[in-house]
Each structure stands twice: as structure tokens, then as C-alpha cells.
């Protein structure tokens, strides 16, 4: 069993979280925390090219974020694996699934919408209608 939680930090994602860590440990399944950094959203912010420490702030960002809910885990007895992909959002996630070959998806109903990262609603909407596999959307 192989459960995969999109995560983004905001407080969807954190609920999100809570409830794949309690599915992981419950089902005894291996869980992947997983943050996409938006690449779209670098090009459409109208900066080209994109600053470098931009880039570097998304991603140490997204490592924070990573350690925090990697950490939570631990404490609610699971060892996660954290995962950092970049891309548009949706597919990122439905390509690491399928290829990792993920039983559940677990995704918060919004997140944050702000330029380092747009983790919108329009994801999970995707996910759900996309992934050959459940999805547990988190309100």
C-alpha cells in the first residue's frame, strides 16, 4: 500500500497531511509527502529569466515545508519520504503516482494562491477527474 499527499503548507494541505498519516499508519502503508514547485508560475510572472534567488526561495521554501510535514509524521509514528517536484502541479503529481504506483491520492480542496506557489483548487479537481486511482479530497 502506498499512499502520496500532495502537500503545499497551507492549512488545507496540513489537514490533508493528518488524515494520510492516520490512513498510513492505519492500512501499515508507505507515505510520500509530496510539494510541486509551480514552474508555470515562474514564466508567467512576467520576470524573464527569473531571478536565481527567486528560484532558490521557492525551493527552500518547498524543503521546509518538506521537513515540517516530515516530521509530523514521525511523530504520528510513520516514516515519510518527502518528494520535491517541478512542473505544473496536477501532472506532476499523476506522473509520480502512476509511476511510483500509489494506491491513494490525498489532497486538501485549496491551498495557498499566491505567486510562489499556485496549488489551487483547480488541482484536486484535476486529480480527482485524471488519476486512475482514489482520491480523498480534504475540506
Known sequence: KHVLVAY?????AKRALEIAIDL????????????????TVFAGAGIAPVPADVIESV???AKADIEEAKKKSKEGGVEAEGVILEGD????ILEYANKNNV???????RGLST????????????LVQEAKIPVMVVK
Open 89 to 92: 502541479p496536477a501532472s506532476a
Open 103 to 109: 494506491d491513494l491520492i490525498v489532497t486538501g480542496s
Open 24 to 39: 498510513a499508519k492505519k492500512y501499515e502503508a508507505k507515505l510520500d509527502i509530496v510539494e510541486v514547485v509551480d514552474s
Open 115 to 126: 505567486l510562489k506557489r499556485v496549488f489551487l483548487g483547480s488541482v484536486s479537481t484535476r
Open 59 to 61: 525551493y527552500n521554501r
Open 8 to 12: 503545499d503548507g497551507s492549512s488545507h
